[in-house]
């Protein structure tokens, strides 16, 4: 059911506050019960067999117990899809299939939350062949398995890569920084050995993550920004800086325009609109 921008923009947010949730507790703690897949092996449509993605009720969402029935749907779904679609494989495969062929200046965004939620925050951005393909609470090793399907399958000239700080808040589990670094290095590589021109976004702003308070984001942000910031100097890639333009003076996001200090809202997106644009005519006009 379509709903206005505005409402699928906090639908989205709610289902990425669902889906970081589920995937920073452990399968044990959880209250739901994991719904196996209707068959499991090698299937002709593995998709076919996993708990389609949710319905927005409409005006009805509005309602405590339609919110209450869409966060247990949601969070049924992200547990199901986390054990059996880890790389999120299902998300987009039907989606990649009814576009268009590629122009000679697509664009993909590609990223977890932030990126997911922008086309309903901004949908003017997401238009003349540039495509979102964003997955609430995804880290950068589930970003990885879905890379060639989401990324080179659909043939873009470039690719806006937002990612890592699901890795940090600890989403799939105990990382490091040298596997993120690599899961980014190796997005980046097999971009450019498919000539697709390559955009390394800096990790946005977090004081604190709401659905895991424990951890100390802010040193490991600077550490991996500072790190994406010279390997992007040293192999000709762009570098994308929302930091700077989002950053409160305390290495945190600036609260007017974040959602729960994580998440943009819509005033955060028009920020990082103008930085975005600007990183993709600086791609477009590199040689690929």
């Given at each position: 059911m379509k709903v206005s921008a505005?409402?699928?923009?906090?639908v989205a947010m709610a289902l990425a506050s669902t889906a970081n949730a589920a995937q920073s507790s452990p399968p044990a703690n959880s209250s739901i019960t994991l719904v196996p897949p209707k068959a499991v092996g090698v299937v002709d449509d593995p998709c076919a067999m996993l708990l389609p993605l949710p319905e927005v009720p409409g005006p009805a969402l509005k309602r405590r117990t339609s919110q209450e029935a869409l966060a247990a749907a949601s969070k049924a779904w992200d547990e199901q899809h986390l054990h059996y679609d880890f790389g999120?494989?299902?998300r987009y495969r039907e989606a990649n299939t009814e576009l268009p062929q590629a122009t000679d200046h697509r664009v993909v965004f590609f990223g977890d939350s932030i990126t997911q939620a922008w086309i309903d925050a901004d949908p003017s951005l997401f238009t003349n062949d540039v495509i979102d393909r964003g997955i609430s609470g995804q880290t950068t090793t589930q970003m990885l398995v879905r890379f060639r399907q989401d990324v080179i399958d659909l043939h873009p000239a470039v690719v806006?890569?937002?990612?890592g700080t699901n890795d940090i808040a600890g989403n799939t589990g105990p990382t490091s920084i040298e596997a993120i670094e690599g899961n980014i290095k190796t997005m980046a590589e097999l971009a450019r050995a498919h000539h697709i021109r390559v955009i390394l976004a800096s990790i946005?702003?977090?004081?604190?993550?709401?659905?895991?308070?424990?951890?100390?984001?802010?040193?490991t942000i600077r550490t991996l920004n500072d790190w994406m910031k010279g390997y992007?100097?040293?192999?000709?890639?762009?570098?994308?800086?929302?930091?700077?333009?989002?950053?409160?003076?305390?290495?945190?996001?600036?609260?007017?325009?974040?959602?729960?200090?994580v998440h943009?809202?819509?005033?955060?997106?028009?920020?990082?609109?103008?930085?975005?644009?600007k990183a993709i005519d600086e791609a477009l006009s590199a040689a690929p």
């Open positions: 505005s409402l699928s923009f906090l999120g494989l299902c806006n890569i937002l990612a946005t702003p977090v004081a604190k993550y709401p659905w895991r308070p424990e951890v100390q984001p802010v040193e992007a100097k040293e192999n000709g890639l762009v570098y994308l800086d929302y930091f700077a333009s989002l950053d409160d003076g305390h290495r945190g996001f600036i609260a007017k325009w974040a959602i729960d200090g943009p809202n819509a005033d955060g997106y028009a920020v990082m609109n103008k930085l975005a644009k």
